[in-house]
């Protein structure tokens, strides 16, 4: 299983930025999917998570309501709509798969496969 996530960069605060997170072969159809973000000194933080189905998802406390996990089973590709983006955002950004994942999972050692990330920095 291949996870390659593409998408961030540099945006000032208030603007929006969508992250994408390609995977081989079936792998997001059978899984539940996850985004993480590290900043540079502090633990990898989950971010949103959404269930196997599509039909449950979650977020960390400090991105409800401005960020959105979203999938196409048919590109296998999952995305991370990020809106009203905070200097707090800036990290890097991994998105994690868990195989047969039956609910959202919010703990990264619940993930089977990792993606290398992608770095979003917003300046204020």
């Known amino acids: 299983v291949q996870l390659q996530a593409s998408g961030g960069g540099l945006m000032q605060a208030g603007g929006s930025l969508r992250l994408s997170c390609a995977a081989s072969g079936r792998t997001v159809s059978s899984s539940a999917m996850g985004w993480f973000r590290q900043a540079p000194g502090k633990e990898r933080e989950f971010v949103a998570g959404d269930s196997y189905s599509g039909g449950s998802t979650d977020y960390g406390d400090s991105v409800k309501g401005r960020f959105t996990i979203s999938r196409d089973n048919s590109k296998s590709t999952v995305y991370l709509q990020m809106n009203s983006l905070k200097p707090e955002d800036t990290a890097v950004y991994y998105c994690?798969?868990?195989?047969?994942?039956?609910?959202?999972?919010?703990?990264?050692?619940?993930?089977?496969?990792w993606g290398q990330g992608t770095k979003v920095t917003v300046s204020s």
């Open positions: 994690a798969a868990r195989l047969f994942g039956l609910r959202v999972f919010t703990v990264k050692d619940e993930y089977n496969y």
